[in-house]
């Protein structure tokens, strides 16, 4: 980010220069905004920076981390525990993103403070709250654990911990999706037929492609990094999270920092090919 | 057909009680009334997006109040058009026919036809989203007719486009309506618009219908204030009526007369409505050879107008007078000392009713 701003400035062709420069110094410039901007983002390239290069430097940790079972497994886990969390989200979020977007009762706002609950709390809360409930005596675990689910110390246990804390990014994101489709076009979608339930499938849905996708990369990304809530519901099967925090305490730094390069490089590659996949989505014009 | 009987509504801190409304089969009818009167929300509600308190709303003879938008048989077009952008024009227009139920090949067949007699057959493959507002317009409405229905209901479908559009949009519009005999009812706040296209007016405010009738008749014999201020009469003076004489009534208005050419009882309070282009201007010292409705004032102010000049004039009462040519044959100036003169012809009186303070319904 630094050098490209920096580099800008060597871009500038000739006949152009000062023309552009009195503009920019006249006032227009954003360096008031820049700079203590570059604060942060400065935190964030030095934070990667001190994983990868002393991982680099020793690639024999990283050898190691990525050839060893129980962290392929952690991955293996952490992941599939993700996407759980978000197909439960998606089932059940989606329709009450879009009833709180398109009701008025005066009960939405209770609803939409419980929502956020999981935002605010600390996640060791978070974790006891899901534990309770979900522990083999608790108030849902009990009669779920007579259907034979257990969450105590079980994959299940992991997906309850994730979607709880993920619930709002999930639902505040497509919320607004929906919000920004008009009443209007479901209303004439009604108007030419259509039900309640396929005006929403048929023009509200489609319209908000862009928010539900991005709505299920928050939650993942949140449900992914989840450590205090899932260990205390499950410490087994072991998160990428609490790999990395036994590692850190049992192995040392070397050995979590590799675990961690992996899961920046996953994310990353993810994020990537995320973003590839849906530049088109939701997007519906001609000229472009 | 449409009617509407005494349908009570309440949205937010707007709401309206016992409204009812006609709309003739075959018939076009524009609803009037301005901003925020409630004639977005009478539409929606016929429509059936918002549920109605109380009353009933009959299609065809058919009562639809309980029934949802996608039993009643109705046709909706925003102002905006509201075309759904992630489908092309072709998949719009099938839309409808597809919620129905209508096969895929004779959904093909129809949308093919529709297309190509509305011209709309090179645009059968885009995208909503970069159509002109005249191109928008006409796929909303083919949209709106390919499933049939019963009657439309169009909510200021003109506002958005350019003058030149508007006018062809206007015209095809209406010829489709004659046509198919459609029964449609239009939200408007353009006078021209109602002038080109209703059979009948509905005028409205506030929640309430105030009057119904052919353009003309409530274009020319407006018997509300909003009415009159729709119908294009700049001027609207409170007053008292006075002796009648000769088939005239002489009005008290401000510290000044008016004569009008109706018999009003003395003593009533009424509101004189005239047209600016129906005031005459002449210099103080200029006879006119008519001696009734000659008022002394001043000119304050003068703006230049498509046609003229409108010229803000202050005497026993103020008036604004539209005056023709352009600026440099302007032959007064601000404080200028002038005559302005009306025809008792020219003055529309509404008489105010006694129990209520804000017009009403006389005659």
Not at chain 2, 98 to 126: C, D, N, P, W, Y
């Amino acid at each position: 980010m630094a050098r490209t701003a920096a580099g800008r400035g060597s871009l500038m062709s000739s006949p152009e220069q000062p023309l552009r420069k009195k503009y920019w110094s006249s006032g227009n410039s954003l360096a008031a905004f820049w700079i203590p901007g570059m604060i942060l983002v400065g935190i964030i390239a030095l934070a990667l920076l001190v994983i990868t290069i002393p991982v680099l430097r020793n690639p024999e940790y990283l050898a190691g981390a990525a050839s060893d079972p129980v962290v392929f497994q952690a991955f293996f886990v952490t992941f599939l525990a993700g996407f759980c969390a978000v197909g439960i989200l998606a089932i059940t979020g989606t329709p009450l993103a879009y009833a709180l977007s398109r009701s008025d009762t005066p009960w939405k706002g209770v609803v939409e403070t419980l929502v956020d609950i999981p935002l605010v709390l600390p996640h060791t809360v978070a974790g006891l709250m899901v534990y309770l409930l979900f522990m083999s005596r608790g108030l849902l675990g009990a009669p779920l654990g007579g259907i034979g689910l257990t969450f105590e110390d079980a994959f299940p246990g992991i997906v309850a911990a994730m979607v709880f804390v993920a619930i709002p990014y999930y639902v505040n994101a497509v919320r607004e999706g929906f919000g920004r489709v008009p009443v209007q076009l479901e209303n004439v979608a009604r108007s030419l037929g259509a039900s309640r339930a396929r005006a929403f499938v048929t023009v509200t849905l489609p319209l908000t492609t862009r928010h539900i996708m991005y709505g299920a990369l928050l939650a993942w990304g949140r449900a992914i990094g989840e450590f205090a809530a899932v260990i205390m519901i499950a410490y087994f099967p072991v998160v990428i999270s609490t790999l990395i925090y036994y590692r850190f305490n049992t192995g040392g730094i070397a050995e979590s920092q590799a675990i961690a390069f992996i899961l920046i490089l996953l994310c990353l590659v993810l994020f990537f090919v995320f973003r590839f996949l849906t530049r088109r989505a939701g997007v519906y014009d001609d000229r472009s | 057909m449409i009617a509407v009987e005494e349908i009570s509504l309440t949205r937010g801190d707007f709401s309206f009680a016992g409204i009812s409304l006609q709309v003739p089969k075959s018939s076009y009818t524009v609803l009037m009334g301005p901003s925020g009167a409630g004639k977005t929300l009478l539409l929606e509600s016929i429509g059936g997006f918002l549920p109605v308190t109380g009353g009933r709303i009959l299609v065809a003879g058919r009562d639809v109040t309980m029934l949802p938008p996608e039993k009643r048989g109705i046709g909706f077009m925003y102002q905006d058009y509201s075309l759904f952008p992630h489908l092309t024009v072709e998949e719009n227009i099938a839309y409808g026919l597809k919620m129905k139920g209508i096969a895929s090949r004779e959904r093909t067949s129809t949308v093919k036809t529709l297309l190509s007699s509305f011209s709309l057959q090179t645009l059968a493959s885009r995208h909503t989203g970069s159509l002109s507002g005249g191109e928008k317009q006409r796929v909303a409405l083919v949209r709106a007719l390919a499933t049939r229905p019963t009657a439309l209901l169009l909510d200021e479908p003109f506002a958005a486009l350019d003058p030149e559009a508007r006018l062809s949009c206007m015209d095809e519009v209406k010829a489709i309506q004659k046509d198919h005999g459609l029964t449609i009812l239009q939200v408007s706040h353009d006078r021209d618009e109602a002038y080109r296209l209703a059979d009948r007016v509905v005028v409205m405010d506030n929640g309430r219908i105030l009057q119904t009738g052919t353009p003309a008749a409530i274009f020319s014999h407006p018997v509300h204030p909003t009415v009159a201020a729709l119908a294009g009469f700049e001027n609207i003076l409170k007053g008292t009526s006075g002796s009648s004489e000769g088939g005239r009534t002489r009005l008290s208005i401000g510290t000044g007369t008016i004569i009008a050419d109706r018999i009003v009882p003395a003593g009533d309070r009424i509101l004189a409505c005239i047209r600016s282009r129906d005031i005459t201007l002449a210099g103080a010292d200029i006879p006119l050879s008519e001696q009734v409705n000659r008022i002394d004032g001043q000119v304050i102010s003068m703006v230049a107008t498509d046609h003229g000049c409108q010229v803000r004039f202050a005497g026993p009462f103020p008036l604004l007078i539209d005056i023709p040519g352009d600026r440099s044959s302007w032959e007064y100036r601000p404080g200028e000392q002038v005559v302005a003169w009306v025809a008792p012809k020219d003055v529309h009186l509404i008489r105010i009713p006694k129990n209520t303070g804000d017009g009403g319904n006389a005659p």
